[in-house]
Protein backbone atom coordinates (compact mmCIF):
# COMPACT_ATOMS: atom_id res chain seq x y z
CA UNK A 1 0.00 0.00 0.00
CA UNK A 2 1.17 3.50 -0.87
CA UNK A 3 2.51 6.18 1.90
CA UNK A 4 0.19 8.44 2.61
CA UNK A 5 -3.77 8.57 2.06
CA UNK A 6 -5.13 5.07 0.81
CA UNK A 7 -6.00 5.76 -3.53
CA UNK A 8 -9.25 4.44 -3.84
CA UNK A 9 -10.91 4.26 -7.66
CA UNK A 10 -14.56 4.07 -7.31
CA UNK A 11 -17.02 2.24 -10.08
CA UNK A 12 -20.66 2.51 -10.12
CA UNK A 13 -22.97 3.64 -13.22
CA UNK A 14 -24.97 5.93 -10.91
CA UNK A 15 -24.00 9.21 -10.78
CA UNK A 16 -25.39 10.25 -7.69
CA UNK A 17 -24.56 7.26 -5.90
CA UNK A 18 -21.00 7.42 -7.19
CA UNK A 19 -21.10 11.02 -6.02
CA UNK A 20 -22.56 10.27 -2.65
CA UNK A 21 -19.70 7.04 -2.26
CA UNK A 22 -17.10 10.14 -2.97
CA UNK A 23 -18.38 12.23 -0.18
CA UNK A 24 -17.98 9.08 2.48
CA UNK A 25 -14.81 8.10 1.38
CA UNK A 26 -13.17 11.25 1.48
CA UNK A 27 -15.11 12.48 4.74
CA UNK A 28 -11.53 11.66 6.29
CA UNK A 29 -8.25 12.62 4.94
CA UNK A 30 -7.18 8.82 5.50
CA UNK A 31 -8.88 8.57 2.18
CA UNK A 32 -8.25 9.74 -1.45
CA UNK A 33 -10.12 9.25 -4.60
CA UNK A 34 -8.41 9.10 -7.55
CA UNK A 35 -11.01 8.11 -10.20
CA UNK A 36 -14.38 8.03 -9.73
CA UNK A 37 -15.87 6.22 -13.01
CA UNK A 38 -19.48 5.46 -14.43
CA UNK A 39 -18.28 3.26 -16.99
CA UNK A 40 -17.28 -0.39 -16.08
CA UNK A 41 -14.63 -0.52 -19.13
CA UNK A 42 -12.93 2.15 -18.45
CA UNK A 43 -11.94 0.61 -15.07
CA UNK A 44 -9.20 -1.92 -16.33
CA UNK A 45 -6.95 0.49 -17.70
CA UNK A 46 -7.99 3.06 -14.85
CA UNK A 47 -6.57 0.39 -12.64
CA UNK A 48 -3.55 -0.14 -14.60
CA UNK A 49 -2.60 4.06 -15.13
CA UNK A 50 -3.31 4.68 -11.25
CA UNK A 51 -2.65 1.48 -9.40
CA UNK A 52 -5.31 2.22 -6.56
CA UNK A 53 -4.96 0.87 -2.82
CA UNK A 54 -8.03 -0.23 -3.54
CA UNK A 55 -10.99 -0.61 -5.73
CA UNK A 56 -15.07 -0.24 -4.85
CA UNK A 57 -17.29 -1.62 -7.22
CA UNK A 58 -21.02 -1.76 -7.84
CA UNK A 59 -22.52 -4.82 -8.42
CA UNK A 60 -25.01 -4.52 -11.57
CA UNK A 61 -23.17 -2.87 -13.81
CA UNK A 62 -23.78 -2.48 -17.28
CA UNK A 63 -21.51 -4.74 -20.14
CA UNK A 64 -19.49 -6.21 -16.82
CA UNK A 65 -20.30 -6.59 -13.85
CA UNK A 66 -19.00 -6.82 -10.36
CA UNK A 67 -17.56 -10.11 -10.32
CA UNK A 68 -16.76 -10.02 -13.97
CA UNK A 69 -14.81 -6.94 -13.07
CA UNK A 70 -13.13 -8.62 -9.87
CA UNK A 71 -11.94 -11.92 -11.92
CA UNK A 72 -10.41 -9.74 -14.60
CA UNK A 73 -8.69 -7.35 -12.24
CA UNK A 74 -7.55 -10.22 -10.23
CA UNK A 75 -6.07 -11.55 -13.43
CA UNK A 76 -4.12 -8.62 -14.50
CA UNK A 77 -3.35 -6.16 -11.87
CA UNK A 78 -4.15 -7.89 -8.31
CA UNK A 79 -5.78 -5.41 -5.85
CA UNK A 80 -8.40 -5.29 -2.90
CA UNK A 81 -12.04 -5.36 -4.18
CA UNK A 82 -14.97 -4.29 -2.41
CA UNK A 83 -18.21 -4.77 -3.32
CA UNK A 84 -20.76 -2.05 -2.63
CA UNK A 85 -24.20 -3.20 -3.93
CA UNK A 86 -27.57 -2.17 -3.87
CA UNK A 87 -30.50 -3.09 -1.79
CA UNK A 88 -32.86 -3.62 -4.59
CA UNK A 89 -31.49 -6.77 -5.77
CA UNK A 90 -33.90 -9.89 -5.09
CA UNK A 91 -33.05 -13.27 -3.85
CA UNK A 92 -31.29 -14.56 -7.13
CA UNK A 93 -29.39 -10.86 -7.75
CA UNK A 94 -28.32 -11.40 -4.21
CA UNK A 95 -26.71 -15.03 -4.70
CA UNK A 96 -25.52 -13.86 -7.89
CA UNK A 97 -23.40 -11.16 -6.12
CA UNK A 98 -21.51 -14.08 -4.02
CA UNK A 99 -19.61 -14.67 -7.60
CA UNK A 100 -17.65 -11.72 -6.97
CA UNK A 101 -16.54 -13.10 -3.46
CA UNK A 102 -15.40 -16.13 -5.61
CA UNK A 103 -13.76 -14.35 -8.10
CA UNK A 104 -11.41 -12.70 -5.27
CA UNK A 105 -13.55 -9.65 -3.79
CA UNK A 106 -12.40 -8.98 -0.33
CA UNK A 107 -15.98 -8.09 1.24
CA UNK A 108 -19.43 -6.60 0.26
CA UNK A 109 -21.17 -4.20 1.95
CA UNK A 110 -24.64 -2.86 0.90
CA UNK A 111 -25.74 0.66 0.22
CA UNK A 112 -28.19 0.69 2.68
CA UNK A 113 -25.61 0.56 4.97
CA UNK A 114 -25.03 4.06 3.98
CA UNK A 115 -27.63 5.37 2.77
CA UNK A 116 -28.78 8.20 5.46
CA UNK A 117 -25.79 7.20 7.29
CA UNK A 118 -25.32 9.93 9.89
CA UNK A 119 -21.59 11.72 9.19
CA UNK A 120 -19.92 10.33 12.22
CA UNK A 121 -22.50 7.44 13.05
CA UNK A 122 -21.97 4.03 13.54
CA UNK A 123 -23.15 2.76 10.07
CA UNK A 124 -20.07 5.14 8.06
CA UNK A 125 -17.61 4.29 10.60
CA UNK A 126 -18.56 0.41 10.41
CA UNK A 127 -17.85 1.03 6.46
CA UNK A 128 -14.48 3.03 6.62
CA UNK A 129 -13.36 0.49 9.07
CA UNK A 130 -13.89 -1.80 5.61
CA UNK A 131 -12.21 -0.01 3.80
CA UNK A 132 -9.12 0.38 6.03
CA UNK A 133 -9.28 -3.42 6.24
CA UNK A 134 -9.79 -4.41 2.85
CA UNK A 135 -6.84 -1.69 1.83
CA UNK A 136 -4.60 -3.73 3.68
CA UNK A 137 -5.15 -7.31 2.46
CA UNK A 138 -2.33 -8.67 0.21
CA UNK A 139 -4.76 -10.33 -2.30
CA UNK A 140 -2.04 -11.48 -4.92
CA UNK A 141 -0.47 -13.70 -2.24
CA UNK A 142 -3.80 -14.11 -0.26
CA UNK A 143 -6.66 -14.95 -2.82
CA UNK A 144 -6.68 -18.33 -3.61
CA UNK A 145 -10.64 -18.54 -4.40
CA UNK A 146 -12.78 -21.65 -3.95
CA UNK A 147 -11.68 -24.70 -5.41
CA UNK A 148 -7.84 -23.33 -6.10
CA UNK A 149 -4.86 -25.36 -4.54
CA UNK A 150 -3.38 -23.80 -1.67
CA UNK A 151 0.50 -23.13 -1.58
CA UNK A 152 2.67 -26.34 -0.76
CA UNK A 153 1.91 -27.15 2.77
CA UNK A 154 4.21 -25.36 5.52
CA UNK A 155 5.99 -27.94 7.98
CA UNK A 156 5.09 -28.37 11.27
CA UNK A 157 1.58 -27.11 11.14
CA UNK A 158 -0.35 -30.23 9.80
CA UNK A 159 -1.48 -32.93 12.21
CA UNK A 160 0.10 -35.81 10.88
CA UNK A 161 -1.76 -39.37 10.57
CA UNK A 162 -0.38 -39.97 14.32
CA UNK A 163 -1.76 -36.49 15.48
CA UNK A 164 -5.16 -37.16 13.93
CA UNK A 165 -6.01 -40.53 15.72
CA UNK A 166 -5.04 -38.71 18.73
CA UNK A 167 -7.82 -35.82 17.76
CA UNK A 168 -9.94 -38.37 16.59
CA UNK A 169 -9.73 -40.71 19.58
CA UNK A 170 -10.67 -37.43 21.65
CA UNK A 171 -13.56 -36.94 19.20
CA UNK A 172 -15.48 -39.95 18.86
CA UNK A 173 -19.33 -38.94 19.79
CA UNK A 174 -18.92 -35.87 17.96
CA UNK A 175 -22.39 -34.43 17.78
CA UNK A 176 -21.65 -31.11 15.99
CA UNK A 177 -19.67 -28.86 14.00
CA UNK A 178 -19.51 -25.23 14.85
CA UNK A 179 -18.05 -22.57 12.43
CA UNK A 180 -17.42 -18.84 12.75
CA UNK A 181 -16.20 -16.54 9.82
CA UNK A 182 -16.16 -13.01 9.32
CA UNK A 183 -14.28 -11.04 5.93
CA UNK A 184 -13.02 -13.62 3.73
CA UNK A 185 -15.76 -16.09 4.98
CA UNK A 186 -18.26 -17.15 2.42
CA UNK A 187 -15.59 -18.68 0.20
CA UNK A 188 -13.63 -19.91 2.87
CA UNK A 189 -16.89 -21.71 4.45
CA UNK A 190 -17.97 -23.17 1.01
CA UNK A 191 -14.33 -24.48 0.22
CA UNK A 192 -14.81 -26.18 3.70
CA UNK A 193 -18.17 -27.25 3.47
CA UNK A 194 -17.75 -28.90 -0.29
CA UNK A 195 -14.26 -31.11 1.13
CA UNK A 196 -16.66 -32.45 3.39
CA UNK A 197 -17.59 -35.69 0.54
CA UNK A 198 -21.02 -37.06 0.44
CA UNK A 199 -21.04 -38.45 4.24
CA UNK A 200 -21.00 -36.44 7.03
CA UNK A 201 -22.63 -37.56 10.27
CA UNK A 202 -23.40 -34.18 11.97
CA UNK A 203 -24.71 -31.35 11.83
CA UNK A 204 -22.96 -27.89 11.22
CA UNK A 205 -23.80 -24.90 12.71
CA UNK A 206 -22.17 -21.33 11.01
CA UNK A 207 -22.43 -17.83 12.33
CA UNK A 208 -20.92 -15.46 9.55
CA UNK A 209 -20.72 -11.93 9.89
CA UNK A 210 -22.66 -10.68 6.94
CA UNK A 211 -24.63 -7.26 6.27
CA UNK A 212 -28.48 -8.43 6.86
CA UNK A 213 -29.47 -7.74 3.07
CA UNK A 214 -27.46 -10.39 2.30
CA UNK A 215 -28.38 -12.84 3.86
CA UNK A 216 -30.99 -14.94 2.32
CA UNK A 217 -28.33 -14.97 -0.90
CA UNK A 218 -25.81 -16.35 1.15
CA UNK A 219 -27.66 -18.94 2.45
CA UNK A 220 -28.99 -19.81 -1.12
CA UNK A 221 -25.38 -19.49 -2.62
CA UNK A 222 -23.35 -21.56 -0.03
CA UNK A 223 -26.05 -24.29 -0.18
CA UNK A 224 -25.35 -24.39 -4.15
CA UNK A 225 -21.69 -23.81 -3.99
CA UNK A 226 -20.88 -26.28 -1.25
CA UNK A 227 -23.62 -29.50 -2.62
CA UNK A 228 -24.68 -29.71 1.37
CA UNK A 229 -28.22 -28.92 2.69
CA UNK A 230 -28.04 -25.01 3.55
CA UNK A 231 -30.78 -23.81 5.94
CA UNK A 232 -31.62 -20.01 7.87
CA UNK A 233 -31.66 -21.61 11.87
CA UNK A 234 -35.26 -21.16 13.05
CA UNK A 235 -35.61 -21.22 16.80
CA UNK A 236 -36.56 -24.50 18.73
CA UNK A 237 -35.29 -26.14 15.49
CA UNK A 238 -34.21 -29.44 15.89
CA UNK A 239 -29.85 -30.02 14.19
CA UNK A 240 -30.10 -33.02 11.57
CA UNK A 241 -26.84 -34.61 10.54
CA UNK A 242 -25.14 -33.37 7.12
CA UNK A 243 -27.27 -30.04 7.37
CA UNK A 244 -25.52 -27.01 7.67
CA UNK A 245 -27.75 -24.24 10.14
CA UNK A 246 -26.34 -20.92 9.68
CA UNK A 247 -27.18 -18.22 12.12
CA UNK A 248 -29.95 -15.42 10.88
CA UNK A 249 -29.97 -11.36 11.10
CA UNK A 250 -29.35 -9.92 14.09
CA UNK A 251 -29.64 -12.94 16.24
CA UNK A 252 -26.94 -14.31 18.67
CA UNK A 253 -27.19 -18.40 18.06
CA UNK A 254 -26.91 -21.12 20.82
CA UNK A 255 -27.09 -24.82 20.64
CA UNK A 256 -28.56 -26.72 23.18
CA UNK A 257 -27.85 -29.88 24.92
CA UNK A 258 -30.93 -32.24 23.11
CA UNK A 259 -29.40 -30.25 19.98
CA UNK A 260 -32.02 -27.71 19.53
CA UNK A 261 -31.34 -24.39 18.22
CA UNK A 262 -32.09 -21.03 20.43
CA UNK A 263 -32.02 -17.69 18.97
CA UNK A 264 -31.82 -14.40 20.90
CA UNK A 265 -31.29 -10.21 20.39
CA UNK A 266 -29.44 -9.69 23.45
CA UNK A 267 -26.43 -7.08 23.68
CA UNK A 268 -23.76 -7.47 20.88
CA UNK A 269 -20.99 -9.15 21.85
CA UNK A 270 -17.57 -7.85 20.10
CA UNK A 271 -19.76 -5.64 18.50
CA UNK A 272 -21.54 -8.69 16.23
CA UNK A 273 -25.08 -10.21 16.92
CA UNK A 274 -24.40 -12.96 15.37
CA UNK A 275 -21.47 -13.17 17.86
CA UNK A 276 -19.13 -16.21 17.07
CA UNK A 277 -18.57 -16.28 21.06
CA UNK A 278 -21.91 -17.00 21.77
CA UNK A 279 -22.20 -20.14 19.08
CA UNK A 280 -18.84 -21.29 20.56
CA UNK A 281 -19.53 -20.76 24.45
CA UNK A 282 -23.23 -21.98 24.49
CA UNK A 283 -21.56 -25.52 22.55
CA UNK A 284 -18.26 -25.64 24.97
CA UNK A 285 -21.72 -26.01 27.86
CA UNK A 286 -24.20 -27.80 26.30
CA UNK A 287 -21.90 -30.24 24.13
CA UNK A 288 -18.40 -30.19 25.93
CA UNK A 289 -16.06 -32.58 24.44
CA UNK A 290 -18.37 -33.96 21.85
CA UNK A 291 -17.89 -30.98 19.37
CA UNK A 292 -15.49 -29.53 16.92
CA UNK A 293 -15.19 -25.57 16.44
CA UNK A 294 -13.55 -24.09 13.37
CA UNK A 295 -12.51 -20.49 13.43
CA UNK A 296 -11.92 -19.28 9.87
CA UNK A 297 -10.62 -15.84 8.37
CA UNK A 298 -12.27 -12.36 9.86
CA UNK A 299 -11.89 -9.00 11.24
CA UNK A 300 -11.61 -8.63 14.53
CA UNK A 301 -11.79 -10.78 17.83
CA UNK A 302 -14.95 -12.71 18.10
CA UNK A 303 -15.26 -16.11 18.72
CA UNK A 304 -11.43 -15.99 19.94
CA UNK A 305 -12.95 -16.31 23.89
CA UNK A 306 -15.65 -18.65 22.99
CA UNK A 307 -13.41 -21.30 21.06
CA UNK A 308 -10.66 -21.01 23.57
CA UNK A 309 -14.00 -22.65 26.39
CA UNK A 310 -14.47 -24.90 23.78
CA UNK A 311 -10.57 -26.41 23.78
CA UNK A 312 -11.02 -26.38 27.70
CA UNK A 313 -14.55 -27.88 27.92
CA UNK A 314 -12.65 -31.19 25.68
CA UNK A 315 -13.17 -30.39 22.22
CA UNK A 316 -10.85 -30.28 18.92
CA UNK A 317 -10.65 -26.60 17.52
CA UNK A 318 -9.29 -26.12 14.29
CA UNK A 319 -8.26 -22.82 13.52
CA UNK A 320 -6.95 -21.01 9.73
CA UNK A 321 -3.79 -20.40 9.03
CA UNK A 322 -2.94 -16.94 8.64
CA UNK A 323 -1.11 -17.49 5.08
CA UNK A 324 -4.49 -18.89 3.58
CA UNK A 325 -6.79 -15.89 5.59
CA UNK A 326 -7.87 -13.18 3.98
CA UNK A 327 -7.50 -11.35 7.24
CA UNK A 328 -5.66 -12.96 10.18
CA UNK A 329 -7.59 -10.85 13.36
CA UNK A 330 -10.20 -13.65 14.72
CA UNK A 331 -7.90 -16.54 13.83
CA UNK A 332 -5.24 -14.55 15.07
CA UNK A 333 -6.90 -13.60 18.24
CA UNK A 334 -7.45 -17.09 19.10
CA UNK A 335 -4.08 -18.53 18.37
CA UNK A 336 -2.47 -15.81 21.07
CA UNK A 337 -5.28 -17.41 23.42
CA UNK A 338 -3.78 -20.55 22.44
CA UNK A 339 -7.60 -21.66 21.65
CA UNK A 340 -6.46 -24.28 18.97
CA UNK A 341 -5.92 -28.13 18.66
CA UNK A 342 -4.30 -27.45 15.36
CA UNK A 343 -3.87 -24.56 13.16
CA UNK A 344 -4.23 -25.29 9.08
CA UNK A 345 -4.33 -24.27 5.69
CA UNK A 346 -7.75 -23.85 4.52
CA UNK A 347 -7.29 -26.66 2.07
CA UNK A 348 -6.48 -28.84 4.91
CA UNK A 349 -9.55 -28.14 7.48
CA UNK A 350 -12.52 -29.78 5.70
CA UNK A 351 -10.52 -33.25 5.00
CA UNK A 352 -9.41 -32.78 8.47
CA UNK A 353 -12.69 -32.67 9.72
CA UNK A 354 -13.21 -35.94 7.43
CA UNK A 355 -10.58 -37.45 8.42
CA UNK A 356 -11.57 -36.74 12.72
CA UNK A 357 -15.40 -37.86 12.18
CA UNK A 358 -15.16 -40.95 9.75
CA UNK A 359 -11.37 -41.61 10.34
CA UNK A 360 -10.21 -41.12 6.89
CA UNK A 361 -7.43 -39.46 6.17
CA UNK A 362 -7.94 -38.43 2.69
CA UNK A 363 -11.14 -37.65 -0.09
CA UNK A 364 -12.68 -40.53 -1.38
Known amino acids: MSAGPIRVLIADDFPTALEGLRRIVESTPEFHVIAALTEPRRVLEAVEREKPDLILLDFDMPELDGAQLTQAIMARFPTPVLIVSGLDSPATRQHAQFRALEAGAIDMVGKSMLAGADEDGPARRAFLRKLRVAAGVTVFRRWRGVGVPASPRPRGKIPGAQALRVISESSRGCRVVAIAASTGGPPALSQVLSSFGGDFPVPVVVVQ ?63 CRPSADRLFGSVATA ?60 TEIGPALRAILLGKERDP
Not at 244 to 263: F, M, S
Request: with cysteine.
Open 209 to 271: HIGDEFLDGFVGWLGTSSGRKTLKAQSGQWLEAGTVYVAPEDCHLEVTPNLTVTLDRGVELNG
Open 287 to 346: IGAAAIGVLLTGMGRDGATGLKLMRQSGAVTLVQDEDTSVVYGMPGEAVKLSAQTAILPL
